[in-house]
Structures are given as structure tokens and as C-alpha cells.
């Protein structure tokens, strides 16, 4: 009998937990961070690909934005377009137009930046991503990769990514690279050992007709 009773208890025990327990969310929530520094802004066209590639796979419940790397401290204003997605389909999609048609508006007015606080965006986005309490979060960077700050700005610190897949698009090569190819590889490793001591996961993209593996 008290056999019997213990196990009830500890049966109960679980019911108690596991109804109590947080329920674990599967929706995706993708930040975009957009460089337009130096020759990038002639990369808009790419960028525009792969939001439109987003807009088509993501589903009702999930979460978008796109922002452009800016010259300082990163903030609201320098995000172009962000929605999670009415439950809806039709209410989706209609939103899914608005999006596009931002970044179309963006696009065909985009003026290029002195400096490119990456490590400013970097924070704008995975706090963006925390707030949607989405299951799956991604940073996508469209950008060479190379920081430039204003003078003063502080960017060498550890930052936390707790799970958020980073990849990084695009990464074209410089002129210096091109002088010496370890510039390139210094910039690429730097990142991604800062992603992953943050507790993230990292890659490099640079082959644009692979998006099918792009939220994977």
C-alpha cells in the first residue's frame, strides 16, 4: 500500500510539473542585419533576394525584421521593417506585402554609411529576438564583416547569444584581402568565436543559391 501511495505521489508530482512548466514555442523569429557601408549598397539587390525569400517560407506566428548596419549607436531608427505574423493566412500575407514594399521603399533611397557598428546591431537584434519568445532565432548579416566605429565607441566585449544561429551572407573580400588573404580569415574566425564563447552557433553563407539551408 505505501508502495502503492509513493508512486501516486510521485505520479501526481509530474502532472503538477509538467502542467505548470512554460509551454515551449515553434515559431521562428529572423533579425537581419543589412551593411550599407562602402560598395554594399550596390549588394541591395541581393539582400532584397533573400528577403523575399523569408516572406515565403515563414509562417503565421513567426517574426521578421530587417535593419541596416549604421554608423553609431545602433537604435529603433534604424530598423526598416519588422512584424510577427497574424495568425491569419490572409492577414500573414497582407503583412508580408507591407514588408516588402518597406524594404522596396528603403532600397530605392539607401545611402551609404561612414562606419559599420556590426557589434551595435548584433545587440538591437538578439534583444528584438528574445522579446518574440520565439523557439527558433536567427541573425542573418549581410556584410563584409570588417567593424568601423567612431572614434571612442567600444565594441571589444563578450556577448551573450544563448542559442541564436548567427550567419553571416555575402562576405565579400576587400581590396586589402586581396593583398593579404589572412585579413579575410581573421575577420571570418574573429566573428566566429565570438558567436560560439556567446553560446551561438556560426556560418558563413556565400553561396546565395543555397537559401533552402538558410533556417536550418
Excluded at 23 to 31: E, F, G, I, L, T
Excluded at 55 to 67: F, H, W
Excluded at 163 to 174: D, E, Q, R, S, Y
Aim: with cysteine; hydrophobic share 35%.
Amino acid at each position: 500500500m505505501r508502495k502503492t501511495a509513493g508512486l501516486l505521489f510521485l505520479f501526481c508530482s509530474y502532472l503538477l510539473l509538467t502542467s505548470c512548466s512554460e509551454p515551449v514555442s515553434h515559431n521562428r523569429a529572423v533579425y537581419m542585419l543589412l551593411d550599407t557601408s562602402g560598395t554594399y549598397t550596390q549588394q541591395i539587390d541581393k539582400a532584397k533576394g533573400i528577403v523575399k525569400y523569408l516572406l515565403g517560407i515563414l509562417s503565421p506566428g513567426d517574426s521578421l525584421a530587417l535593419a541596416r548596419i549604421d554608423s553609431g549607436s545602433f537604435s529603433e531608427k534604424d530598423i526598416i521593417a519588422k512584424i510577427t505574423f497574424d495568425l491569419r493566412p490572409s492577414k500573414a500575407n497582407s503583412q508580408k506585402r507591407a514588408f516588402l514594399e518597406a524594404v522596396d521603399q528603403f532600397s530605392s533611397q539607401v545611402k551609404g554609411s561612414s562606419y559599420t557598428d556590426i557589434t551595435g546591431g548584433m545587440l538591437q537584434a538578439i534583444e528584438y529576438l528574445n522579446e518574440t519568445g520565439a523557439g527558433e532565432k536567427y541573425i542573418l548579416v549581410f556584410s563584409d564583416m570588417k567593424e568601423e566605429i567612431k572614434k571612442g565607441q567600444i565594441r571589444d566585449f563578450p556577448i551573450t547569444f544563448d542559442g541564436i544561429k548567427v550567419t553571416a551572407l555575402n562576405v565579400t573580400k576587400l581590396r586589402s584581402d586581396n593583398v593579404d588573404p589572412r585579413e579575410y580569415m581573421k575577420r571570418v574566425e574573429a566573428w566566429s568565436k565570438r558567436v560560439q564563447d556567446g553560446g551561438g552557433q556560426w556560418r558563413v553563407m556565400n553561396d546565395l543559391d543555397r537559401l533552402n539551408t538558410l533556417l536550418e
